[in-house]
């Protein structure tokens, strides 16, 4: 069974630092990997996914995640928060042999400081 | 840009009442979901929809609801007779092709929070 694991439900950062979210996936096969962000009053919107080749992955607004077999983990980073990535953001995976089924995670919600 | 929209943003029932849930998937787009979010907890995955049928559906999609795509843009979620552990926001998303949401973009709605009192 797949299972997503998102390490600190809230995270502060100041504007300007690093943003780090952590995401680790339980599977015995590796699986297809997503982030989605969430503003206020919206939809779940894709940031980044990795399905096959280069692990490291761009997305949009500057962000960026790794997958790691080793660790079985696709955290995600961006060099220098801006207030507007306020946001919950959500790591989710789906298996990579077929199907459409989704698994996120309970979601880590972005404060950026001023 | 073309987006998936959600009604009511917010529905109240009482319990044991049969709710529906509207969902306009962007018009070109062949695949449907529904995922659900109780409070405090994980988005779920409810049901895929292609091609007029159910495509994959979880554990948590029993015989208390159905999905409908009863014309050419709506794509509907209805709980026959609501529970208490019902509520929670549901969320509906749509992808342009027929591979699916692993391989297209999944675009998601706003969302409708569901109340059961």
């Known amino acids: 069974a797949q299972s997503v694991t998102q390490l600190g439900s809230h995270v502060s950062v100041s504007e300007g630092a690093l943003v780090l979210l952590r995401c680790n996936y339980s599977s015995s096969v590796p699986p297809y990997l997503f982030w989605y962000v969430q503003y206020p009053n919206q939809g779940l919107q894709l940031l980044l996914k990795?399905?096959?080749?280069?692990?490291l992955v761009k997305g949009i607004n500057g962000f960026e995640a790794e997958f790691k077999k080793s660790e079985t983990s696709f955290h995600l980073t961006k060099p220098s928060a801006h207030m507007s990535d306020a946001a919950e953001y959500f790591c989710?995976?789906?298996?990579?042999?077929?199907?459409?089924?989704?698994?996120f995670g309970t979601g880590t919600s972005l404060t950026v400081i001023p | 840009e073309p987006e998936v929209t959600q009604t009511p943003s917010h529905q109240v029932t009482q319990m044991g009442q049969e709710v529906i849930l509207r969902c306009v998937p962007i018009s070109n787009h062949l695949y449907f979901y529904w995922y659900r979010q109780i409070l405090g907890q994980k988005v779920e995955f409810l049901v895929s929809?292609?091609?007029?049928?159910?495509?994959?559906k979880s554990e948590i999609f029993d015989d208390q609801f159905s999905v409908e795509r009863p014309d050419g843009s709506n794509f509907t979620l209805k709980i026959r007779s609501t529970k208490l552990e019902d509520s929670a926001m549901y969320f509906c998303?749509?992808?342009?092709?027929?591979?699916?949401?692993?391989?297209?973009?999944?675009?998601f709605g706003p969302g409708t929070r569901l109340t059961v009192l």
């Open positions: 998303a749509s992808t342009a092709g027929v591979a699916g949401a692993a391989t297209d973009t999944q675009y």
């Open positions: 929809f292609y091609n007029n049928e159910i495509s994959e």
């Open positions: 990795y399905t096959t080749g280069a692990t």
């Open positions: 989710a995976v789906t298996p990579s042999w077929g199907g459409n089924q989704f698994y």
